[in-house]
């Protein structure tokens, strides 16, 4: 049985490769790596673990702890194959940005002056906040050079060159629009 994989689906499968085993897991994991720029929510996480299943790209088994129920999924060759072929494929992809300080910021005309400022603001300082994160979390992804995971380690790079640009870019408007518009 061949389907279309969502994004959500390409992060699971991902993420079960990667050792994640439980649909909490793979959350566990997107937290503190893809969802700065590819989140998944529980909401659409179960029912695509679901999705996948029923489809034979993953396989389920009970897993119960401590009386909790619990379900444990593991990538089927289908599945590997899967994967495989959306990492290899020749395209370019879905490019996103979800930003709604971007975007807040994109309808700051309808602001008063003031206003629009404190919108670069908080661009600034929401970027010099997420910089702050990504260092806290580099150690780890430089261990994982050491695992064999080069790859998150060298996103996380992308990551902190985009942030820095970013609050660098809004420290440079917050001083045009000081200056009435000017550069």
């Known amino acids: 049985m ?3 994989l969502t994004p959500t689906a390409r992060v699971i499968l991902g993420m079960l490769k990667l050792g994640a085993r439980t649909g909490y897991e793979i959350k566990q994991v997107i937290e503190v790596s893809t969802r700065f720029f590819w989140g998944a929510s529980y909401g659409q ?3 695509e673990l679901k999705r996948l299943s029923q ?17 444990e999924y593991e ?9 495989e072929e959306w990492l290899a494929a020749d395209d370019f992809g879905t490019f996103e940005l979800r930003d709604e300080l971007l975007l807040r910021f ?3 005309d309808l602001l008063d002056e003031a206003d629009a400022r404190a919108v670069v603001r908080r661009i600034r300082e929401r970027s ?8 806290e979390i580099e150690p780890d992804a430089r261990d994982g050079i050491r695992e064999g995971r080069l790859y998150p380690h060298l996103t996380l790079q992308y990551g902190l060159a985009l942030m820095e640009w970013t609050a ?6 917050e001083r045009q629009l000081e200056n009435g518009g000017t550069q």
Not at 55 to 70: E, I, M, N, Y
Not at 75 to 83: K, N, S
């Open 75 to 83: 990538l089927t060759p289908e599945g590997e194959r899967a994967l």
């Open 106 to 108: 994109f309808f700051a």
């Open 128 to 135: 010099e906040w997420i910089v702050e994160r990504f260092r």
């Open 55 to 71: 489809a034979g790209l993953v396989s389920a088994s009970d897993a119960p702890r401590g009386g909790v129920k619990r379900t």
């Open 2 to 4: 061949s389907i279309q």
């Open 168 to 173: 660098e870019w809004a420290s440079k408007t």
């Open 45 to 47: 996480i179960y029912p």
